[in-house]
């Protein structure tokens, strides 16, 4: 099955805890939510943990007779880096992935954004292994584009 060009976006809706919970959708339809469900459900069903739900629209993916395509691992090793930013309430997960991918090029393999982030972004070359300046100057472009381009503030160790 497969979703064009999904997109995470907050959601608010009778049910669902403000502030804590999201849909994801293409251009053309709504597929998926997922979320914690508001404390006042908890409350008349007795329910004394938060318990989170994800409701997907199986009806809404496209199904494909084309084969999937998977990219064997690179022959060089990645490196991963931990980048931690203070912005504005205002600016999106999505807003910052998209900075931070365009401001990587070529030398970005992955990136994963989290609320409390405990992951490790990635770099890597598949003609070569990277050296650690190369790898420095990506991160500084990518640093500066978020800071400029969302007001962020890079997290200090």
Avoid at 74 to 103: K, M, N, Q, W, Y
Avoid at 109 to 132: C, H, P, W
Wanted: no cysteine.
């Amino acid at each position: 099955m497969r979703v064009d060009t999904p997109e995470w976006r907050t959601y608010s809706a009778d049910g669902w805890k403000p502030g804590a919970s999201a849909e994801v959708a293409t251009p053309t339809s709504r597929i998926g939510w997922a979320g914690t469900l508001h404390p006042s459900l908890l409350r008349a069903w007795d329910i004394e943990v938060p318990v989170h739900l994800f409701v997907a629209r199986l009806d809404a993916l496209e199904r494909s007779a084309a084969p999937v395509r998977a990219l064997l691992p690179g022959r060089f090793p990645p490196v991963r880096r931990d980048l931690a930013f203070f912005v504005p309430v205002s600016v999106t997960h999505h807003e910052i992935e998209r900075t931070l991918a365009e401001a990587a090029g070529g030398a970005r393999v992955s990136i994963e954004l989290f609320d409390v982030y405990t992951g490790q972004g990635q770099f890597q070359n598949a003609e070569r292994t990277l050296t650690e300046a190369e790898v420095q100057s990506v991160q500084d472009r990518m640093v500066a584009a978020v800071v400029l381009r969302h007001g962020a503030r890079l997290r200090e160790k």
